[in-house]
């Protein structure tokens, strides 16, 4: 009885912290500024079509575990490949590269300028040259990662703003 129990609460623990990943993925969603219509902003950034565009391959590929070196939903992904997945499959040409070369192919902006739709890149999150991860910003200083699994981070939390290191914005 006793193990019936301790199952019980487990479960109901899992079910109560899915729930809540979930009301904090809807409420990052809900709170993104609307964009123009046009494919880009004037100031370069992604159209509202476009971050649609976007934001749905990032929405289809939560949970999608993290494997070193990969690149598609059915082998895993790296952080680089995820962005470079996301890229791709919504009209850009990024190939395949590392953090540090989509740094070398996007524009340089600030935080002040960075838009849902940005890169947001990192140093020294493992020992690499250069950009280490690359993540895709959402606004309200959140992003998607793909740690383990692609989920979404605070990019001000303790970990990730000893890392911070810039912001990009790529061109179609």
Known sequence: MKAQATNGRAAGKIIR??????LVA?????????RSQAAYAADGSLSDATWEEV????????????VWGGSTPETGFDCSG???WVYN???????RTTANGLWNKSQHISEAEAKP???VFFEG?????????????????????????IKYANIHSSYWQKYLSGFGRLSK
């Open 82 to 84: 995820y962005v470079c």
């Open 55 to 66: 934001k749905g391959g990032i929405e289809d590929l939560m949970g999608t575990p993290y």
């Open 26 to 34: 809807a409420a990052v969603f809900a709170g993104l500024p609307s």
């Open 117 to 119: 739709g940005d890169l």
């Open 125 to 149: 999150t493992y020992d690499t040259p250069g950009k280490s991860h690359v993540g895709i910003y959402l606004g309200n200083g959140m992003m998607v990662s793909a740690g383990d699994p």
């Open 89 to 95: 499959q919504n009209g850009y040409n990024v190939g």
């Open 17 to 22: 912290c899915m729930l809540a990943a979930l």
